[in-house]
């Protein structure tokens, strides 16, 4: 008499064979099986993953790109690969997920504070060049980059100029460039850096001041539109700018104000008038800038 678990073994066997040989009769599927340097007795075992394998790789061949993709997880594909007697499945990146990779490799040399996440898209080669005033600035970028790879540290750029005329656009586009050359650079919205940063004395504060302060290339973003105090004038800024100096740290600014207009918003906080103190930060900012302006059209509308 059999053993009734070897009875059901047998019915299992049986179900997986036929399971398998209706879905070989699907001559696409079929063929695809071929490809696979897998046994027949072991894929036989897989056939539903198998089936939602050889869907994904069907959908792969016919697609134009990731804004195309149909596969459950965008821009990889579920494959099979034999492990001795399985298989194992895994999600494996497509032709254009591979290249969406690489090209965005640089932005593991971009670290962004409080800037919005699209400004690691910014592009030299999308820069609008209609506009005269951006001559300049373009001119400037060529330089920066030439001198840096020599191995020299070029002075930084504060520009100044209209509301949306692109500033943190070209300053992020040329950062972004760095950083396909291996170069890291922070980008920080300086209004809203200064907020997170005093919230976080008891966590990270140490942390994020110092990276922020030895950063390779560094962006200050819309500096001067901050509620201006004594403690983000002189704990914050004044050593900022003072350990860049002394280590000839390139440092980049943007503000809707010129350096005149820079100083007096400095020398006014809530604990009073103090021209000193200002004069000294806006001395900093000239040893490491050179200052340029950008008045154009509003290109945020």
């Not at 894929?43 to 394998?53: E, H, N, V």
């Not at 869907?55 to 016919?62: G, L, P």
């Not at 001559?135 to 840096?148: D, L, N, S, T, V």
């Not at 990270?204 to 950063?215: Q, T, V």
């Given at each position: 008499?059999?053993?009734?678990?070897?009875?059901?073994?047998k019915?299992?066997?049986?179900?997986?064979?036929?399971?398998?040989?209706?879905?070989?009769?699907?001559?696409?599927?079929?063929?695809?099986?071929?490809?696979?340097?897998?046994?027949?007795?072991?894929?036989?075992?897989?056939t539903s993953?198998?089936q939602?394998?050889?869907?994904?790789?069907?959908?792969?061949h016919?697609?134009?790109?990731?804004?195309?993709?149909?596969?459950?997880?965008v821009?990889?594909?579920?494959?099979?690969?034999?492990?001795?007697?399985?298989?194992?499945?895994?999600?494996?990146?497509?032709k254009?997920?591979q290249?969406?990779?690489?090209?965005?490799?640089?932005?593991?040399?971009?670290?962004?504070?409080?800037?919005?996440?699209?400004?690691?898209?910014?592009?030299?080669?999308?820069?609008?060049?209609?506009?005269?005033?951006?001559?300049?600035?373009?001119?400037?970028?060529?330089?920066?980059?030439?001198?840096?790879?020599?191995g020299?540290?070029?002075?930084?750029?504060?520009l100044?100029?209209?509301?949306?005329?692109?500033?943190?656009?070209?300053?992020?586009?040329?950062?972004?460039?760095?950083?396909?050359?291996?170069?890291?650079?922070?980008?920080v919205?300086?209004?809203?850096?200064?907020?997170?940063?005093?919230?976080?004395?008891?966590?990270?504060?140490?942390?994020?001041?110092?990276?922020?302060?030895?950063?390779?290339?560094?962006?200050?973003?819309?500096?001067?539109?901050?509620?201006?105090?004594?403690?983000?004038?002189?704990?914050?800024?004044?050593?900022?700018?003072?350990?860049?100096?002394?280590?000839?740290?390139?440092?980049?600014f943007?503000?809707?104000?010129?350096?005149?207009?820079?100083?007096?918003?400095?020398?006014t906080?809530?604990?009073?008038?103090?021209?000193?103190?200002?004069?000294?930060?806006?001395?900093?900012?000239?040893?490491?800038?050179?200052?340029?302006?950008?008045?154009?059209?509003?290109?945020?509308?």
């Amino acid at each position: 008499m059999k053993n009734i678990n070897e009875v059901i073994d047998k019915d299992n066997k049986l179900d997986l064979v036929h399971s398998f040989q209706d879905a070989c009769s699907d001559k696409e599927f079929y063929n695809y099986l071929k490809t696979l340097p897998i046994s027949e007795d072991i894929l036989m075992k897989y056939t539903s993953s198998l089936q939602d394998a050889f869907k994904e790789s069907k959908n792969c061949h016919y697609c134009r790109g990731l804004n195309h993709c149909k596969n459950r997880v965008v821009g990889y594909c579920y494959t099979p690969e034999k492990n001795n007697n399985t298989i194992i499945f895994s999600y494996v990146a497509c032709k254009h997920e591979q290249k969406r990779l690489k090209d965005d490799a640089y932005k593991d040399n971009l670290e962004l504070f409080d800037m919005p996440e699209e400004i690691a898209n910014a592009n030299l080669q999308e820069v609008y060049t209609d506009d005269k005033a951006r001559i300049p600035i373009i001119h400037y970028f060529k330089e920066f980059m030439e001198k840096y790879q020599k191995g020299e540290k070029p002075k930084g750029l504060y520009l100044t100029g209209s509301f949306g005329s692109g500033k943190t656009y070209l300053i992020a586009a040329l950062l972004n460039e760095m950083a396909k050359k291996k170069v890291a650079s922070a980008l920080v919205y300086y209004p809203e850096f200064l907020r997170s940063l005093k919230s976080s004395f008891q966590t990270d504060y140490n942390e994020r001041f110092d990276y922020i302060k030895k950063s390779p290339l560094l962006l200050l973003d819309d500096i001067g539109a901050e509620n201006e105090s004594a403690w983000s004038r002189d704990e914050v800024l004044g050593p900022i700018l003072q350990y860049r100096m002394q280590n000839h740290l390139p440092t980049f600014f943007t503000s809707n104000l010129n350096l005149k207009e820079l100083e007096t918003i400095f020398a006014t906080t809530s604990s009073g008038v103090d021209k000193v103190k200002a004069r000294r930060i806006i001395e900093r900012i000239k040893q490491l800038t050179i200052p340029m302006e950008l008045i154009g059209k509003n290109r945020r509308n």
